[in-house]
């Protein structure tokens, strides 16, 4: 099983066997269940690292636990890639019916493959190591050690997870399969994705996934999953369905909203109590969700609830109910963040003798606009409106980008949105910083009249909203009119 490296053993996967009650002792587990590997941590000399798998594939060191054994990291030696390479544990291998899970879980991977899940590259049978699966070698964090390192998603990561792990549920759901260990250990995030347009995230783990159909001629099994996200009739031992993951996943999103997961205890039957019988806080009553609107609070609500016939029917559901309200929610992040952080010392920056000197010799572009919008469509929708007007328009979704741009030139304006990973506020304050002197335009769906005043206090010349841009457009021809030409002496 695998461990949350900054929470007790009640954050692995468990094969869970027993009552709620508290009282009851340790959990054993049931004749079904896979028995547990005795290799317990990273151990460097495992006989495995420095041996070659099938002629193909090169173990280099391990480097995690999966349900079924160990995971490794590898390298294809004919393709020159780095492959992950997924053991099945010597003590599991000798119950055929798990060798037959291990197996089904390469054909799941492949039967269910998207953008958002991982390849499967082979799997097979090698004479020293036994079964084993060949996947893409990511590189990042997944959700939960994000958690714990930087806190709460911000809200534009929050959708990103959203539709990116419902995009992989709602494609496993059409074919039959459902995951049953949906945790944020579980959901990984690609590292670089964060200074990206959009987080990339993969769900990870179909170890014990089953097949809708095969699930229901097999009959009721023992119940397995993490007990921070185990839905109710997964831990009673019921039949399941697709209903079980959205349970799950509303406990995922409501961790990534709030830093915390909706039920908590000091042992593994205290928590499945709580999932069985207890009504979670709502996400916006946390000390670090204050600005989740009640809309979201009631669609959490809906997929926690104990009863699968009370929760949305699918994934489409959950996904459209939380887009429904993504305007809403934007704003009262942005209410929440932005407004607090600004104050009067950021309006005019100390600029040193050498950024003086560079301001004097920079090449100006009076032609040129600058904008800054992590909304590809947007951006590109900006582009050509300017570009008719004949703006030669220079585009990014990333601040740093913008500001290293603007080191080396002075357009005649710059035009950003607010809610960006970076917050608009804030690169306002950078924008400015670096010593561009010239108009900033504010340009975005959150411009009342509070956000305007903050923003124009940190240095933005003027707030205009989306459906404003013909007003905008008017300034930027103005602005153009009246520029300096050429280069500074």
Not at 71 to 82: A, D, E, F, T
Not at 83 to 93: F, H, Q, W
Not at 195 to 212: A, N, P, Q, Y
Request: proline share 6%; net charge negative.
């Amino acid at each position: 099983m695998t461990l949350h490296s900054n929470q007790t053993n009640v954050r692995a996967t468990w094969d869970y066997a027993g009552g709620p009650d508290s009282s009851a002792g340790a959990v054993e587990p049931l004749p079904s269940s896979p028995p547990m590997g005795a290799d317990a941590g990273l151990d460097p000399t495992d006989p495995l690292v420095g041996r070659t798998l099938d002629g193909r594939y090169y173990i280099k060191e391990r480097i995690g636990e999966g349900t079924f054994g160990t995971v490794y990291r590898g390298y294809h030696q004919k393709l020159c890639r780095p492959v992950a390479i997924k053991v099945l544990s010597n003590t599991i291998a000798i119950h055929p019916q798990w060798v037959r899970r291990f197996e089904q879980e390469a054909q799941i991977l492949a039967r269910v493959a998207t953008e958002q899940t991982v390849n499967v590259y082979d799997s097979g049978e090698d004479a020293q190591a036994g079964y084993y699966i060949v996947m893409e070698y990511l590189h990042g964090t997944d959700l939960a050690d994000w958690i714990d390192e930087r806190g709460p998603l911000g809200v534009l990561d929050f959708y990103a997870v959203l539709d990116q792990v419902g995009e992989a549920l709602r494609r496993a759901h059409h074919a039959g399969v459902i995951h049953l260990d949906i945790k944020s250990e579980n959901i990984f995030l690609l590292s670089g994705s964060e200074h990206e347009e959009t987080m990339s995230v993969k769900l990870l783990d179909f170890g014990i996934s089953r097949l809708t159909a095969a699930r229901e001629a097999e009959g009721d099994e023992a119940p397995c999953g993490s007990p921070y996200t185990m839905s109710p009739e997964a831990i009673r031992g019921l039949a399941l369905d697709h209903r079980s993951d959205i349970y799950s996943l509303g406990a995922v999103l409501y961790e990534a909203l709030t830093g915390l997961p909706p039920f908590d205890a000091t042992s593994v039957q205290s928590l499945l109590f709580k999932h069985l019988f207890e009504a979670p806080t709502a996400a916006s009553h946390e000390e670090d969700a204050g600005w989740v609107i009640p809309e979201a609070d009631e669609l959490l609500k809906r997929m926690l609830a104990k009863a699968p016939e009370d929760r949305p029917e699918n994934l489409q559901e959950v996904v459209d109910g939380f887009l429904a309200i993504r305007d809403a929610m934007e704003h009262s992040w942005a209410k929440h963040y932005l407004l607090p952080t600004t104050t009067e010392e950021d309006v005019a920056p100390h600029r040193s003798r050498n950024e003086r000197q560079r301001m004097r010799t920079m090449e100006l572009a009076p032609n040129e606009v600058v904008v800054v919008d992590d909304d590809p469509l947007y951006r590109q929708v900006v582009r050509r409106a300017l570009t008719r007007k004949g703006f030669r328009v220079f585009s990014t979704g990333a601040v740093h980008d913008a500001v290293s741009h603007l080191e080396l030139r002075q357009p005649a304006a710059v035009v950003m949105d607010l809610l960006m990973p970076v917050d608009g506020v804030t690169a306002i304050r950078m924008i400015r910083r670096g010593g561009f002197t010239g108009p900033i335009y504010v340009l975005s769906g959150l411009c009342d009249t509070e956000v305007a005043r903050v923003a124009m206090s940190a240095g933005a010349s003027q707030a205009f909203r989306k459906d404003q841009f013909g007003e905008l457009t008017a300034a930027l021809i103005r602005d153009r009119a009246t520029a300096p030409q050429g280069a500074r002496p």
